[in-house]
């Protein structure tokens, strides 16, 4: 029960960090720019966080906010660029766009353009 309650912990202060943890994947809509500064989380609160999001995805495969919090978490908590890009092009098929500025960084940081 405490691993659950430190995951949620986690999940919640990341959703608050990144702002958009909410949101609707109906219609194009840009989510705001994940946050500058990341929240500090070890390794494995971290996996934690990530694998709530692949569970959610799992239950619900058409729920872009899953991916786009998800590939968030890639992106600066795991440098996993290339599965950044996988949930990146996910949420948008599912109608979810990111911000110019994410998807700018994604692009120096992973050396390719999509």
Same mark, same amino acid.
């Given at each position: 029960?405490?691993?659950?309650?430190?995951?949620? +912990?986690?999940?919640? @202060?990341?959703? *608050?960090?990144?702002?958009?943890?909410?949101?609707?994947?109906?219609?194009?809509? @840009? *989510?705001?720019?994940?946050?500058?500064?990341?929240?500090? +989380?070890?390794?494995?609160?971290?996996?934690?966080?990530?694998?709530?999001?692949?569970? @959610?995805?799992? %239950?619900?495969?058409?729920?872009?906010?899953?991916?786009? %919090?998800?590939? +968030?978490?890639?992106?600066?908590?795991?440098? %996993?660029?290339?599965?950044?890009?996988?949930?990146?092009?996910?949420?948008?098929?599912?109608?979810?766009?990111?911000?110019?500025?994410?998807?700018?960084? *994604?692009?120096?940081?992973?050396?390719?353009?999509?």
């Amino acid at each position: 029960m405490n691993r659950f309650k430190s995951i949620g +912990i986690c999940v919640l @202060t990341l959703s *608050l960090a990144l702002s958009g943890c909410a949101a609707n994947s109906y219609g194009k809509k @840009t *989510l705001p720019q994940a946050a500058k500064q990341p929240v500090v +989380i070890n390794e494995a609160e971290m996996d934690g966080v990530i694998s709530v999001f692949s569970e @959610t995805i799992k %239950n619900n495969p058409e729920y872009a906010g899953a991916y786009y %919090n998800r590939a +968030i978490a890639y992106f600066y908590y795991q440098n %996993n660029y290339e599965k950044c890009w996988q949930d990146v092009h996910k949420a948008e098929s599912l109608g979810l766009k990111f911000s110019p500025d994410f998807v700018q960084a *994604l692009k120096k940081a992973s050396n390719r353009e999509k």
